[in-house]
T-cell receptor, first 110, second 113 residues
């Protein structure tokens, strides 16, 4: 079945440093979604990207969809302790249901 | 908050028992999806219900079953529990025709001993 890989698996940063997580698929995607899950919490929808090369920003978060629609990235500028959590990308599977990536766990040290 | 609620919050069962988890979807949403999230992993799709019928199923055995009611709330039933069924069970509601954006509930933490 379709698999979605994310790298890195873990990232520890000092508060104020930048952070990027990458999501890669072997197949062309119709769209991609990003979710954030705080420790002990549930996934919370962040954004959906649809167009090739699309770039969207939410305050310090920048989301990008690759030109070939096979990869995506999430970049956080000047991380804060509130950014701690696991970031998942999610794509539509064969049955149009969401397939989640492996996730990147972000730890921010003050 | 998404408006999606789940009960119970935590549950402890023993191997071989049966469990029922419940989910109330966000107002106006007609689709409920269930996911299993093992510790340290991403959510894995179990199945989805749309207008009271199963609308897609992931790679889970038949002992995982579900229901959706006319008010769009849903149940997940797991029979013959195994130790590997220990996980966070998430339900997510969505509205057909509004993309696949899913709004997750807080989850039920199931521990099988």
């Amino acid at each position: 079945g379709q698999q979605v890989m994310q790298i890195p698996q873990y990232q520890h940063v000092q508060e104020g440093e930048d952070f990027t997580t990458y999501c890669n698929s072997s197949t062309t995607l119709s769209n991609i979604q990003w979710y954030k899950q705080r420790p002990g919490g549930h996934p919370v929808f962040l954004i959906q990207l649809v167009k090739s090369g699309e770039v969207k920003k939410q305050k310090r978060l920048t989301f990008q969809f690759g030109e070939a629609k096979k990869n995506s990235s999430l970049h956080i500028t000047a991380t804060q302790t509130t950014d701690v959590g696991t970031y998942f990308c999610a794509v539509e599977g064969d049955t149009d249901k969401l397939i989640f990536g492996t996730g990147t766990r972000l730890q921010v040290f003050p | 908050e998404t408006g999606v609620t789940q009960s119970p919050t935590h549950l402890i069962k023993t191997r071989g028992q049966q469990v029922t988890l419940r989910c109330s979807s966000q107002s106006g949403h007609n689709t409920v999806s269930w996911y299993q999230q093992a510790l340290g992993q991403g959510p894995q799709f179990i199945f989805q219900y749309y207008r009271e019928e199963e609308n897609g199923r992931g790679n889970f055995p038949p002992r995982f079953s579900g229901l959706q009611f006319p008010n769009y709330s849903s149940e997940l039933n797991v029979n013959a529990l195994e130790l590997d069924d220990s996980a966070l069970y998430l339900c997510a509601s969505s509205l057909v025709g509004q993309g696949d954006t899913q709004y997750f509930g807080p989850g039920t933490r199931l521990t099988v001993l």
